[in-house]
């Protein structure tokens, strides 16, 4: 079975900082996703980022990138420029890779980030 | 265009009594998921239907629990005899899965949750 450990449960940055969010997983598959979700106080949860096991090179939207070393079974988050509205809840999650299409999705205990002007 | 909704949007319920929470997919997505997310926890997977089927139901904590999704697109997650241990927020998320490719056309998409409270 597969699990996603999340040890930091809060965590605080100054406005225009960068901060990192810690993840690691366990599986025995090779062919997997890793993702990283947010959730603001209205509870809805927002892809904020995806990575392919098999893809080497982390994968980047905008101010969010990941650190991802598939040997040691960690998935990093780092934050540039931190703003206010990053606010949320974080969530660490893993899917298996079926042809291309995700399975369903296995997520950590999250983590608080709090974002101070 | 709309996306995930889920009513109502907050449940509070006796325990024993029965629940239904509806979810209505984004437009055309044929894979529909519930999770369950109990306080300070991430969610966790109950199940998934390909279009009318329930193709993976192995995350229901037990005969309770029960889904439908007699036309492939509004979905009804179906709890009996409602005990304490049930309040949860309960997610639900739609997709358009596509094979063998890379796109990430795939990604789940969630609703905004129904919080059912059991007295």
């Known amino acids: 079975a597969q699990t996603v450990t999340q040890s930091q449960p809060e965590m605080s940055v100054q406005e225009a900082e960068t901060v990192t969010l810690s993840c690691t997983y366990d599986?025995?598959?090779?062919?997997?996703?890793l993702f990283w979700y947010k959730q603001p106080p209205s509870r809805q949860m927002i892809l904020v980022i995806r990575?392919?096991?098999?893809?080497?090179q982390n994968a980047t939207e905008n101010r969010f990138s990941v650190n991802f070393q598939k040997a040691a079974k960690s998935f990093s988050l780092k934050i540039s420029d931190s703003q206010l509205g990053d606010t949320a809840m974080y969530f660490c999650a893993f899917s298996m890779n079926y042809g291309g299409s995700q399975g369903n999705l296995i997520f950590g205990k999250g983590t608080k980030l709090s974002v101070k002007p | 265009g709309a996306g995930v909704s889920q009513t109502p949007s907050n449940k509070v319920t006796e325990k024993g009594k029965y629940v239904e929470l509806r979810c209505d997919p984004i437009s055309g997505h044929t894979a529909l998921y519930w999770y369950r997310q109990s306080l300070g926890q991430g969610p966790e997977f109950l199940i998934y239907?390909?279009?009318?089927?329930?193709?993976?139901d192995s995350g229901l904590p037990n005969d309770r629990f029960f889904a439908v999704r007699p036309e492939g697109s509004v979905s009804t997650l179906k709890i009996q005899r409602t005990e304490r241990g049930d309040s949860a927020v309960y997610l639900c998320a739609s997709s358009s899965p596509g094979a063998g490719t890379s796109g990430g056309t795939d990604t789940q998409y969630f609703g905004p949750g129904t919080r059912l409270t059991v007295l």
């Open positions: 239907f390909q279009g009318t089927g329930a193709a993976d």
């Open positions: 599986t025995s598959e090779s062919n997997y996703y």
């Open positions: 990575q392919e096991a098999y893809k080497q």
